[in-house]
């Protein structure tokens, strides 16, 4: 999965300093649950 190549706009809350929290749910379909796909999604 590539990002397409866009100008990216400054975060104000990195800029000051803030921590921002974001939730995401992923599931997992049955006959993946011995994969590592949590791994695999983070090194993309």
């Not at 000051?16 to 791994?39: A, C, F, G, Y």
Request: proline share 9%; no cysteine; net charge positive.
């Amino acid at each position: 999965m590539a990002i397409p190549n866009k100008q990216v706009k400054p975060n104000i809350d990195i800029l000051n300093n803030r921590r921002t929290q974001t939730r995401i749910q992923v599931r997992i379909p049955k006959d993946l649950h011995e994969e590592p796909v949590i791994s695999r999604l983070v090194s993309h």
